[in-house]
C-alpha cells in the first residue's frame, strides 16, 4: 500500500509537470540546496528570473558553460538567479562547484526535477519568468555545425565552439524577460 501511493505521487508530479510544459509553465519544485536551504522554485521566480542549469560534473559542456553562467550572474547581479540543478552525477557536484570558485546556488538532487522538465542529458537550460513561463530553453535552439574540417571533433571541442553561442542566447533571454518585467 505504502508503495502504491509512493508510485502515485511520483506519476501524478511527472504528469502534472508534462501538462504544464506543453502549456509553456515551469513546474514547480521543491529541493534542498548544498548549504541546507530549501529551494522553490515559485518563490524564487517572484524574486527574479531564474536560470534552471540540469547539469553534472562529468559533462565537458556543462564545464564550459559555465564560465558563461558565472559572467551572466556577474553582469545581471540580483536581477537574476542562477540554480545549478545536478543530476545523474557520478562525482561530488558541491565539492566541484566550490573548487572552480562558481557562486550558482546548488541544487544536488536534481534527477526528479530533471525529469519533470523531460530533460534527460546535460546541459540543460531553461530561463523562467516571474509569472514561472518558460522563455528559454536550449533544447529549442538550432543546431550549429560543429566539424572540424571534415573531421568530428572531441565533446571537449565541441562544448567551447557552443557554449559562447548559448551564453549569448541565454543573455538575449533574460534581457527580453527583464525588459518585459520592466514595462
Known amino acids: 500500500?505504502?508503495?502504491?501511493?509512493?508510485?502515485?505521487?511520483?506519476?501524478?508530479?511527472?504528469?502534472?509537470?508534462s501538462q504544464a510544459l506543453s502549456?509553456?509553465?515551469?513546474?514547480d519544485w521543491t529541493l534542498l540546496s548544498a548549504d541546507g536551504r530549501t529551494t522553490r522554485l515559485s518563490e524564487e521566480v517572484r524574486q527574479q528570473p531564474v536560470v534552471l542549469f540540469f547539469w553534472a560534473t562529468w559533462c565537458p559542456y556543462c564545464k564550459a558553460l559555465m564560465p558563461h553562467l558565472q559572467s551572466i550572474r556577474l553582469e545581471y547581479g540580483d536581477q537574476v538567479k542562477i540554480l545549478a540543478i545536478n543530476f545523474i552525477e557520478k562525482g561530488d557536484p558541491v565539492e566541484f562547484i566550490r573548487?572552480?570558485?562558481?557562486?550558482f546556488?546548488?541544487?544536488?538532487?536534481?534527477?526528479d526535477v530533471a525529469a519533470a522538465y523531460e530533460i534527460y542529458g546535460t546541459p540543460g537550460v531553461i530561463v523562467v519568468?516571474?509569472?514561472?513561463?518558460?522563455?528559454?530553453?536550449?533544447?529549442?535552439?538550432?543546431?550549429?555545425?560543429?566539424?572540424?574540417?571534415?573531421?568530428k571533433p572531441s565533446h571537449k571541442r565541441k562544448a567551447a565552439f557552443l557554449a559562447p553561442y548559448w551564453a549569448a542566447a541565454i543573455r538575449t533571454s533574460i534581457d527580453s524577460v527583464l525588459e518585459t518585467a520592466n514595462q
Open 1 to 17: 500500500m505504502k508503495n502504491s501511493v509512493v508510485i502515485g505521487v511520483i506519476l501524478g508530479f511527472l504528469v502534472t509537470g
Open 23 to 27: 502549456a509553456g509553465m515551469a513546474p
Open 99 to 103: 573548487d572552480a570558485g562558481y557562486d
Open 105 to 111: 546556488t546548488v541544487l544536488p538532487e536534481g534527477d
Open 129 to 151: 519568468d516571474h509569472a514561472q513561463q518558460i522563455r528559454f530553453d536550449l533544447r529549442d535552439l538550432p543546431p550549429h555545425d560543429v566539424s572540424d574540417n571534415g573531421k
